[in-house]
């Protein structure tokens, strides 16, 4: 099956610092999704992004296809960011198969 | 709008007890699933329906059973619980094949 690689799997950030998430896969892609999970457990969504760029407030995304990576971007971290971010695809032609997910980066923002 | 809602959320059961998570959307998507989670990893797929009448195996099947009762709702059964299967489960739907996933809330499970 695909497989996915997230780096860094841990970084501390003081509150206001930058950082930019890696996600790695290893085939190609109909679908790449990167969640937050909060402290709580709940995995919100944040982008739906196969391909191209987006943005969301401080959020941001890029995904090339071509060379099977995508980064997220995270700028002038608060300490509500802080959580485990999961990067998750599903393969080219799987059509209805699930998504596989990375292991995950877990961000801590420090006051 | 709801969207994917899971019950119960917390459950504690002795091992070799019986029970099923229950999953519902009303997003009037064709396709559900769901994921365990255990610590410090990500989601694996247990078992998914991708449309009204069909379920298929994912990574993780063994020990669990599933049915798609109607469009809305999938649930997962544990026959014989056993403490390896302690983890947090998530349901999860889609609509079709280029559209994201949306996920329910989670059901923290612990068995003893």
């Known amino acids: 099956g695909i497989q996915v690689e997230q780096s860094p799997p841990d970084l501390i950030l003081q509150e206001g610092a930058n950082s930019t998430l890696r996600c790695n896969f290893s085939d190609s892609v109909n679908n790449l999704q990167w969640f937050h999970q909060n402290p709580w457990g709940q995995l919100i969504n944040l982008f739906y992004?196969?391909?191209g760029t987006k943005q969301n407030g401080r959020l941001s995304a890029t995904t090339v296809a071509t060379e099977r990576y995508s980064l997220l971007y995270i700028s002038s971290s608060q300490t509500t960011d802080s959580g485990v971010y999961f990067c998750a695809v599903e393969m080219l032609g799987g059509g209805a198969d699930g998504l596989t997910f990375g292991k995950g980066t877990h961000l801590i923002i420090q006051p | 709008n709801a969207g994917v809602t899971q019950t119960p959320k917390f459950q504690v059961l002795k091992t070799g007890q019986s029970m099923t998570l229950q999953c519902a959307q009303d997003?009037?998507?064709?396709?559900m699933y769901w994921y365990r989670q255990d610590p410090g990893m990500g989601l694996r797929l247990i078992y998914y329906s991708a449309s009204e009448g069909t379920t298929d195996k994912g990574e993780v099947p063994n020990g669990y059973n599933v049915s798609r009762l109607n469009k809305r709702e999938f649930s997962l059964r544990l026959e014989s619980a056993a403490p390896s299967q302690t983890s947090v489960y998530f349901c999860a739907s889609k609509t079709g094949t280029f559209y994201g996933y949306t996920f329910g809330s989670g059901t923290r499970l612990t068995v003893v």
């Open positions: 997003m009037n998507h064709n396709s």
């Open positions: 992004i196969p391909s």
